[in-house]
């Protein structure tokens, strides 16, 4: 039985990431007493979060926050609010926190959070209201020090200025307890954007390995939210030829390449990507499958397995969502030659400005956009240097060349600090 065979089967999130965690941890010669403190979440909460809405009616929904591992520094991580935040995705994710800030170098550890939850029948005041009430839930295991907050699938800059607010209101004026915020309450230049720009600088130093530039190059990007309309408007200005996006209502194709900038324009005018006058309309799959050079799924996880790899012909995919790529059809892109840039490398952007924005709020000193631009950009190519020639020193993939460097950072760091 080949090793592709032996994944095949099933897996939930935290299985899915464990696993690449254990390869790491053999590939590092990492002890199992060792490895039973890195694998388990060092806290878990579970609240309920009450929500009265406009029709006097009350909904009360399940909140997590799951706090994966500290030895490098604060908790770090989203908080989103989707109908699958279960317990065992927000386990998997605030694990991938713990490994993508040790990639990248910034002195955070891994968390999580969520609401299980669609908000998308809420009205502005009522996800005021439920981001409030989840925020007094878990108040007493944040703090700028403690676990910082950010904006995830369905939470955004607003969402973190309420937080922000209803923490204040119980422990004074602390900027730095949540990331992602608007500009005039404490947020970054550059934040905004920082995820998809993340997406592009290691699209750009993977094609460089292969002798290429952006200039022509094929792109398709599943997703079209935060970080997939940033991704396509800065491959756009940097010479990729964006020729489809996607999203669950479908992809608009055009093989000379998007008007991105029309676009956005037209999403933001009419709330969709679909009815603009030009590009092809085809069904939501199609984004993942097109005879593109770069692929970049920015939308949720799992997008391709094992029913659909066959059909990806991308040579290239940059993780622009988190775990996208499942742990059997990963094993059988890279036995076909396919470079996939891991998420906690290729999203990295996003916890990498928080850093800087946690930064500025603790010297109480902002910085320009270009210098967090510039900071960014030298960072994630730091980082991508650091990753490929450990995978080429091992003779594996950038996958488990990015695990291998975040396990073996965050053990040395347990090990100092005695937790081990």
């Known amino acids: 039985m080949t090793r592709i065979d032996t994944l095949r089967r099933h897996m939930d999130p935290m299985e899915a990431v464990n696993l690449r965690f254990e390869r790491a941890a053999d ?22 979060v009450p929500l009265r809405r406009d029709d006097g009616s009350l909904e009360v929904y399940v909140g997590y926050r799951v706090q994966h591992n500290s030895a490098r520094g604060p908790y770090k991580g989203g908080i989103r609010y989707h109908a699958a935040a279960d317990i065992a995705e927000v386990r998997a994710l605030a694990s991938l926190m713990t490994w993508k800030t040790a990639v ?8 999580k959070g969520g609401i299980a939850v669609d908000p998308s029948d809420m009205s502005r005041a009522e996800k005021e209201r439920m981001t409030r009430s989840y925020t007094r839930a878990i108040a007493a295991i944040i703090g700028d020090h403690r676990d910082i907050p950010a904006p995830d699938i369905n939470t955004d800059a607003q969402t973190m200025a309420w937080i922000v607010d209803e923490y204040a209101q ?4 602390t900027p730095g307890v949540v990331t992602g915020k608007p500009i005039p309450v404490g947020g970054s230049y550059g934040r905004e954007s920082a995820t998809g720009r993340g997406c592009v600088v290691v699209a750009e130093q993977a094609l460089a390995q292969e002798g290429r530039s952006p200039a022509g190059v094929t792109m398709a990007i599943q997703g079209f939210g935060n970080v997939g309309s940033w991704t396509a408007r800065i491959a756009h200005e940097r010479g990729f030829r964006v020729v489809a996006v996607g999203d669950e209502h479908g992809t608009v194709y055009a093989a000379a390449g998007l008007d991105i900038p029309a676009l956005a324009e037209h999403r933001d005018r009419h709330g969709t990507i679909h009815g603009m006058e030009g590009p092809e309309a085809l069904d939501a799959a199609a984004v993942l499958s097109l005879p593109v050079d770069v692929l970049v799924p920015a939308a949720i996880g799992d997008v391709i397995h094992c029913d659909n790899v066959d059909e990806v012909q991308a040579s290239v995919i940059v993780e622009g969502a988190n775990h996208p790529v499942t742990p059997w059809a990963d094993a059988a892109l890279t036995e076909r030659g396919v470079t996939i840039v891991p998420d906690i490398l290729a999203n990295a952007g996003g916890v990498l400005t928080s850093y800087f924005e946690w930064v500025q709020n603790l010297q109480q000193f902002r910085w320009d956009e270009a210098d967090v631009v510039d900071r960014l ?3 994630m190519i730091s980082a991508y240097g650091q990753v490929s020639r450990l995978a080429s020193e ?15 950072k965050v053990a040395e760091a347990s090990a100092l600090r005695g937790a081990v």
């Open 394 to 408: 091992r003779g594996v993939g950038l996958r488990d060349a990015a695990y291998t460097l975040a396990v073996a």
């Open 104 to 111: 990248v170098d910034v002195p955070f550890g891994g968390a």
């Open 377 to 379: 950009t030298a960072r």
């Open 170 to 173: 119980m422990n004074g004026w």
């Open 27 to 48: 590939l590092n010669g990492v002890e199992e007493s060792t490895r039973a403190v890195l694998r388990m979440p060092a806290a878990e909460l579970r609240v309920e």
